[in-house]
């Protein structure tokens, strides 16, 4: 009964089905509200499905240098990796099923979408993909680094714990390091979205969407799948890592959506007020930036854990 | 490094325009580059050479829909300068006010697509918004969006309606509240700050080498401008500055642009204050034989043109020189060196036109030159009844 | 009518081909995009790479040089199902340029066009109101 129980999770609730519905509504909110920043209309609520539908029901070409194994399998691969990270952070959320180091878990599952791009532009053969996948690796390793020292330090203030539900108790954002390290966790979570400032990878009037650009059909539907179920899962990881969880009883299920929908408002507006950086800017930005910020913000919290000064 | 070519075009949402720029790249550094046109030749010169003096107006005004008013304007000029005359004083203020209006809506269109390149879609939307705003006024002035059709040797077409001046002045004022907005979100923005300061630097040195022509010579300190240097139209009886600035970057560019459209506004808006009275066209009904030259300062620079009279009703030779065809090839002195993100927005920002500059010659393997224009012309006449022979066509 | 060729229009994703046109055809279909036609209403939407197009948007006279990579983007390049629309006078007829040494055959002789928009340029309205008339014919509504 349990394996039924665990592939219903997977499958249906909170898994793939329910992660994709919320995220294609996701996608929805994000083209309405930038529709709404750039004074236009926008599209109706059912348009990322009839998108999805559409792409796959059209053809699937397969560039003829590429190699057609994996160019096929990478959007799939990333589809799984989101669905997981879904699936883990929601059972933790609802019901406190988690395994120790499931953090850890979390963490790596989020960086395989953005590998899964890498190797499906590599695979494609393209020159433009290729430079796409040069830089998705140059930025994967740019905000990696300020992302871990967050991690680190939301394990440091919730008492050295590395399993999500103990995480998802202490809201890390009521002290000084607790805001920075979440504000660099929000910028570090625009890159893995692949979010203007920082879309370098795919940017569609330098390099024509990048390593996406020989993907037509299904795999293209399973890439902007993935994108979707990313716009859900990301900000979901960030309140729980970072304001005290999600929460069902009562009044709780107000202020979660609410938590959720201002954290989606705030990455749509940061995306539509910010032109594009150059990828050596980008890397800079997070190196030299905000990992020093990051740092400073754990050293804070080391010292508020020895002083036992909770502000800091 | 090992070195590999990427191809922008000829079919790239980078331009709308199709054309092939062929950039020799070492990972991400540009080190040659290399343009390719001839993807929007469609033989102006010669289809103006079929058709009379007054046709030729709208082939010309064809050329390209964004200076749909500078290439006729300098036509126009052109044919006037055979004959030699002066068009009435009403004539000028009007062909001033529809030149200068195209400026804007030009300029707010480099705008929009620039910071569409920077992945700035609001920017690109919101100036697009406000040229709107802008046909809006053309539409009342001239009745058309885009082709106003407003030229003619020896005068202008149509009349300007003075009871459609107040609306035009009001829509105008309208705008200048929101453009100061933009111009405040624009110059104010960091990150905009980073991405185009200190990148395509094209010197002053090389701007006068180069022969660059409009903002983008004047982004480089080059103070030159057809409306000031050589005035025509009624750009010598209102008062506007040239705008010259020392940057010699993107972003100097940028500014020069930002600028020019406030000039451009006061200059409207001058001219349909004080249109005069009087006649708006002088009936020229025959064009001796002789040669003329006519240059108006497009939006993009200096256009020309040239036409050779041999009394007949047709122009018996029409040569066109457009502001892009100079300023292209500064993009040799800009371009390599920089990546290849800087590299999409320097090669916009000499906001290149395709459609005004499209030329073609004939090269053999080696790329040496094989055919004079006698030939060409010949040539082109044979394949054209072959291919419509093919084709079943009489 | 099946479920993939409803939802094709009902988010029709345009690719845009100029091939030698004078540019305004071109601007005017950048144009439905911003704030005063916003088309994304519609669920259509511009994209950057041929191989995501369910439209090709074609422009232009039919120059020598770029009715080759037309053609061959149409063939091999653009998934199907596709729809073709030719906008403005001179991707209908050549327009000005019928006596052109470059321009020398129409457009739908070396592709399919399923609907032209005249005009030169057409309004932005006009290119909607085409595409419109485009999804009615597919529907088979008259
Ligand atoms: S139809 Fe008219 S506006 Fe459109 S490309 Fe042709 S000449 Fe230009």
């Not at chain 1, 240098?65 to 990796?81: C, D, E, H, N, Q």
């Not at chain 1, 805001?179 to 920082?198: E, N, R, S, T, Y």
């Not at chain 2, 080190?31 to 010309?60: A, M, P, W």
């Not at chain 2, 202008?156 to 705008?175: E, M, T, Y």
Request: charged share 20%.
């Amino acid at each position: 009964m349990e394996i039924t129980r665990y592939i219903f999770a997977f499958l249906i609730f909170p898994g793939f089905l329910f992660t994709v519905i919320v995220g294609l509504f996701s996608t929805w909110v994000d083209r309405k509200v930038t529709a709404r920043v750039q004074w236009r209309v926008g599209p109706p609520l059912m348009q990322p499905l009839y998108d999805f539908v559409k792409l796959l029901g059209k053809e699937t070409l397969i560039p003829a240098g590429g190699s057609r194994a994996v160019f096929l399998s990478a959007p799939i691969v990333g589809l799984v990796a989101v669905i997981l990270v879904s699936t883990i952070l929601w059972l933790a959320n609802l019901w406190g099923t988690a395994f120790v180091g499931d953090l850890i878990v979390v963490v790596y599952l989020l960086v395989i979408p953005s590998l899964a791009i890498m190797i499906g532009g590599l695979a494609s053969g393209n020159p433009l993909a290729t430079t796409g996948a040069s830089r998705e690796m140059k930025l994967i390793l740019a905000y990696e680094l300020p992302f871990l020292i967050c991690m680190a330090t939301v394990i440091l203030k919730s008492g050295m714990s590395i399993k999500l539900v103990e995480i998802a108790k202490t809201p890390i954002i009521g002290s000084i390091s607790g805001v920075l390290v979440a504000l660099i966790a929000l910028l570090c979570i625009q890159a893995k979205l692949g979010f203007v400032p920082f879309d370098v990878a795919e940017a569609e009037t330098e390099i024509m969407s990048g390593p996406y650009i020989e993907y037509s059909g299904v795999p293209l539907a399973v890439f902007k799948l993935t994108q979707a179920t990313m716009l859900f899962t990301l900000p979901i990881f960030l309140i729980t890592a970072f304001l005290g969880g999600l929460n069902f009883s009562g009044w709780g299920i107000l202020w979660t959506v609410l938590k959720y929908l201002a954290i989606l408002v705030l990455i749509v507006v940061i995306k539509n007020t910010n032109p594009r950086v150059r990828i050596d800017q980008a890397v800079k930005f997070f190196w030299y930036y905000l990992a020093p910020v990051a740092a400073a913000a754990f050293v804070l919290a080391v010292f508020g854990q020895i002083y036992a000064i909770s502000w800091l | 490094m090992q070195k590999s070519v990427i191809s922008i075009g000829p079919y790239h949402p980078l331009q709308e325009e199709p054309e092939l720029f062929m950039l020799t790249v070492e990972g991400e550094t540009v080190v040659d580059i290399e343009v390719s046109i001839g993807y929007n030749h469609r033989g102006i010169e010669k289809l103006s050479e079929r058709c009379n003096f007054d046709q030729s107006t709208f082939v010309i005004e064809r050329i390209c829909g964004i200076c749909s008013t500078s290439h006729p304007f300098a036509y126009t000029r052109a044919v006037e300068d055979i004959i030699p005359v002066e068009v009435p004083e009403r004539a000028r203020y009007i062909r001033t006010i529809i030149a200068e209006g195209e400026r804007i809506h030009s300029h707010l269109l480099w705008y929009g697509l620039a910071g569409h390149f920077l992945g700035y879609n609001t920017v690109y939307m919101w100036m697009w918004k406000l040229r709107e705003e802008i046909l809006d006024v053309m539409e009342i002035l001239s009745g058309n969006r885009n082709n106003y059709a407003m030229f003619k040797p020896g005068g202008v077409r149509r009349d300007i309606n003075s009871d459609d001046i107040p609306l035009a002045l009001k829509k105008i004022d309208a705008i200048i509240p929101t453009l100061d907005r933009l111009k405040k979100a624009i110059l104010d923005d960091p990150v905009l700050h980073a991405r185009l300061k200190g990148i395509g630097i094209l010197t002053k040195e090389e701007a006068v080498d180069y022969c660059a022509l409009g903002p983008t010579s004047r982004a480089s300190g080059v103070a030159r401008d057809v409306r000031k240097d050589a005035p025509y139209g009624a750009y010598d009886r209102v008062d506007w500055d040239m705008i010259v600035t020392e940057s010699c970057d993107v972003w100097g560019k940028a500014v020069v642009r930002l600028l020019e459209m406030y000039e451009s506004i006061k200059i409207v808006k001058t001219c349909l204050q004080n249109l005069p009275g009087g006649e708006i066209d002088l009936n020229i009904k025959s064009i001796p034989p002789g040669e003329g030259i006519g240059a108006h300062e497009a939006p993009r620079g200096e256009t020309f043109h040239y036409v050779r009279s041999d009394g007949t009703n047709r122009p018996a030779r029409h040569k066109v020189r457009a502001s892009t065809f100079m300023n292209l090839p500064t993009l040799k002195a800009t371009v390599p060196g920089s990546s290849i993100s800087d590299a999409t927005i320097i090669l916009a920002a000499i906001d290149p036109c395709y459609c005004c500059t499209e030329r073609m010659a004939v090269r053999s393997r080696e790329g040496k030159k094989l055919y004079g224009g006698q030939e060409l012309i010949r040539l082109s006449q044979e394949k054209t009844k072959k291919i419509k022979r093919e084709m079943g066509i009489k | 009518m099946n479920l993939t060729l409803k939802a094709l229009l009902k988010s029709p994703w345009v690719f845009h081909l100029s091939t030698g046109s004078c540019n305004n055809c071109d601007i005017e279909i950048l144009d439905c995009l911003t704030p005063r036609f916003d088309i994304e209403r519609f669920g259509m939407r511009l994209v950057g790479s041929i191989r995501h197009a369910d439209v090709l948007l074609v422009t232009g006279s039919g120059n020598r040089k770029s009715m080759l990579r037309v053609k061959k983007i149409y063939e091999e390049q653009v998934p199907k199902p596709c729809v073709v629309v030719g906008i403005g006078e001179c991707a209908m007829s050549r327009g000005m340029f019928i006596h052109s040494y470059n321009c020398p055959r129409p457009l739908d002789s070396d592709i399919p066009v399923d609907v032209y928009i005249p005009g030169c340029p057409p309004k932005p309205e006009a290119i909607i109101a085409g595409v419109v008339k485009l999804i009615n014919k597919i529907k088979g509504i008259e």
